[in-house]
């Protein structure tokens, strides 16, 4: 498995951004396809954003379609979730994830948790209104 390590999360005003990167030191990066999910208090855990083991093709959960951008640096193992126009209820635990399938399914089939198979630790995302 992929030990996946989060950062950027923190405190925001509604409207603001932020940006969530999401690394994997030390391993095959380009060889997953990578998603994003969240969790808000008291609620399941459901799908932000995927992107192709090149970047090429991404996803979006319609909550977020035009105002979050994933994308990916495989020369850094490096992914990144861009997130403007944030509000009161993007606050959530944020989680990057690396499929189950070797980036052999299409992306857009790729949206529930079991169809991805290492998690990262999770970071905070607070949106004040």
């Known amino acids: 498995q992929v030990q996946l390590v989060e950062s950027g999360g923190g405190l925001v005003q509604a409207g603001g951004s932020l940006r969530l990167a999401c690394a994997a030191p030390g391993r095959t990066w380009s060889a997953y396809a990578m998603g994003w999910f969240r969790r808000a208090p008291g609620k399941d855990r459901v799908f932000v954003a995927a992107?192709?083991?090149?970047?090429?093709?991404?996803n979006y959960a319609d909550s977020v379609k035009g105002r979050f951008t994933i994308s990916r640096d495989n020369a850094k193992n490096t992914v990144y979730l861009q997130m403007s126009s944030l509000k009161p209820e993007d606050t959530a635990v944020y989680y990057c994830?690396?499929?189950?399938?070797?980036?052999?399914?299409?992306?857009?089939?790729?949206?529930?948790?079991?169809?991805?198979?290492?998690w990262g630790q999770g970071t905070q995302v607070t949106v004040s209104s």
């Open positions: 992107i192709s083991r090149s970047g090429s093709t991404t």
């Open positions: 994830a690396s499929d189950k399938f070797g980036g052999t399914v299409p992306i857009a089939a790729l949206t529930r948790t079991a169809d991805f198979g290492s």
